[in-house]
């Protein structure tokens, strides 16, 4: 059984930052992919970026250049790096994975997720 466990999450300004963290124990496959997810109120969930168990990244056009990537396998973590935040990034932020290797061109497709965390608000005020 998967396990998700996100933290980082806050209330912040326009141009500031936050690390999100998501706990999980995604290492039990040999290959898998690591994605987050955002929802604001009244939206649909869309992707936000991907990591594969091999660091290969992939990022939403909006979170290019402002958001990054990275995991740390021997600490059980995936991080969501969040920087130069704006309002429009306000939302629940979600972890998930995805058993298996993806391919770029679906790496964010979240019909491959099949485990999901819980989530937490992201909050930027202009």
């Known amino acids: 059984q998967v396990q998700l466990l996100e933290s980082g999450g806050g209330s912040l300004q326009s141009g500031g930052s936050l690390r999100l963290s998501c706990k999980t124990n995604a290492w039990i496959y040999s290959s898998y992919c690591m994605g987050w997810y955002r929802q604001a109120p009244v939206k649909d969930r869309e992707a936000v970026a991907a990591?594969?168990?091999?660091?290969?990244?992939a990022y939403a056009d909006f979170a290019k250049g402002r958001f990054t990537n990275s995991q740390d396998k021997g600490r059980n973590r995936l991080f969501l790096q969040l920087d130069r935040l704006q309002p429009e990034d306000t939302a629940m932020y979600v972890c998930?994975?995805?058993?298996?290797?993806?391919?770029?061109?679906?790496?964010?497709?979240?019909?491959?997720?099949?485990?999901w965390g819980q989530g937490m608000p992201v909050t930027v005020s202009s």
């Open positions: 990591i594969e168990s091999d660091n290969t990244s």
């Open positions: 998930a994975v995805a058993p298996g290797w993806l391919s770029p061109a679906t790496r964010l497709h979240e019909r491959h997720y099949h485990s």
